[in-house]
């Protein structure tokens, strides 16, 4: 149990639907984060929450969509994506945005597949 | 700026040799040090940390120990098992965010 819980485990979609990845923490954390692991490239963080509002997106594409409506539930929503999109979708979250002492505590991730 | 810079895999030993995994890392003022390490099919789990120099961080058998004056945090293991088979990953306590080596891959093999 990581405290961190991310659904769907695996998502298969189309390049026209509209899907979404959901992340869950009950750890009293803060601040959220959403990164890209994709084979053989470094991890790319693209967002990052903090109480709720985004203070940092990493130039992502925006058919990636974020949404943060309370600090324990972290969402990615998906639309119109590209086969180069492919990836583990990590959610992380951390006692503060500003706090990295601690470190970050990640979810199990998202093996997202666009066909 | 803040960087972290791991040996590239894969390291590839057989079982019950010894590991070492070499981070070193460039920062301003003084940060923790972290190592997480990724099963597959699963995400990052931290392994173990240090938050200041001369620190050992240790679990599992593992161990790192903050080196401020050669800017290091390698991490080794005594005798490592198939099940220690995994990515990886260096990180540092940035400003505002970790930031992240580039992971290095271990192969253990019977």
């Known amino acids: 149990e990581t405290g961190v819980t991310q659904t769907p485990r695996h998502l298969v979609m189309g390049m026209t639907n509209k899907k979404s990845l959901k992340c869950e923490q009950h750890?009293?954390?803060?601040?959220m984060y959403w990164y890209k692991q994709s084979a053989k490239k470094p991890l790319e963080l693209m967002f990052v929450?903090?109480?709720?509002?985004?203070?940092e997106n990493n130039s992502v594409p925006s058919r990636f969509s974020p949404e943060c409506p309370n600090s324990s539930h972290l969402f990615l929503h998906l639309h119109t994506l590209q086969p180069e999109d492919s990836a583990l979708y990590l959610c992380a979250s951390s006692h503060s945005a500003g706090t990295t002492n601690y470190g970050y505590t990640f979810g199990s991730g998202t093996r997202l597949t666009v066909v | 700026g803040d960087s972290v810079t791991q040996m590239e895999g894969p390291v590839t030993l057989s079982e019950e040799a010894f590991l070492t995994i070499n981070c070193t890392y460039t920062a301003t003022g003084y940060p923790s040090l972290f190592w997480y390490v990724q099963y597959p099919g699963e995400g990052l789990q931290l392994l173990l940390k240090a938050t200041k120099a001369d620190d050992k961080g240790s679990n599992k058998g593992f161990e790192a120990t903050y080196r401020k004056e050669t800017t290091s945090f390698h991490l080794e293991k005594g005798s490592v098992q198939v099940s220690d088979s995994a990515v990886y990953f260096c990180?540092?306590?940035?400003?505002?965010?970790?930031?992240f080596g580039t992971g290095t891959r271990l192969q253990v093999f019977p």
């Open positions: 750890l009293g954390h803060n601040a």
């Open positions: 929450y903090s109480l709720e509002e985004r203070v």
């Open positions: 990180a540092l306590s940035g400003i505002d965010k970790l930031i």
